[in-house]
């Protein structure tokens, strides 16, 4: 009687695995420059439209806004991909922020780099907004400037 070859069971093929896609961003260190804050924004992803895996950058929050204002433009040329979801909103301003120190208070700051947190993680990983260039230059370019 033979023993059963063993050397028949499925083999792996390499190579026939891939890492599932993903984009996570974390915004942190809001450091305060003048009269405004800016945050530092990592981004770790397997997204082919990046050129590496992780990387940095420092925004402030109206290179934030400028960089929404132009995702709403995009949108609007193409009404159709609304269906992959709105544009995530930014945090917005209260009175204090707008005519006084609010603004560098800790609290304020902490709840605004939670809110443009979840903006980023939120376009990013939209169907439509993810292949913007101007997200990609926005994450990744140092010498960009949306001001």
Known sequence: MSTPDKSNKTKRIEGDYHEPEYISIVVSDPTRVDEYITYKITTTTTFP?????????????????????????????????????????????????LFGQGRFEPEFIEERRKGLEQFLNSVANHNYFRFIPLLHKFLQDQSLTLL
């Open 49 to 97: 439209e990046y050129k590496e895996r992780e990387f940095s950058v420092r925004r402030r929050y109206k290179e934030f806004v400028n960089l929404r204002d132009h995702l709403k433009q995009k949108l609007a040329e193409k009404p159709k991909a609304i269906k992959f979801g709105e544009l995530y909103p930014l945090p917005g301003n209260n009175l204090s922020s």
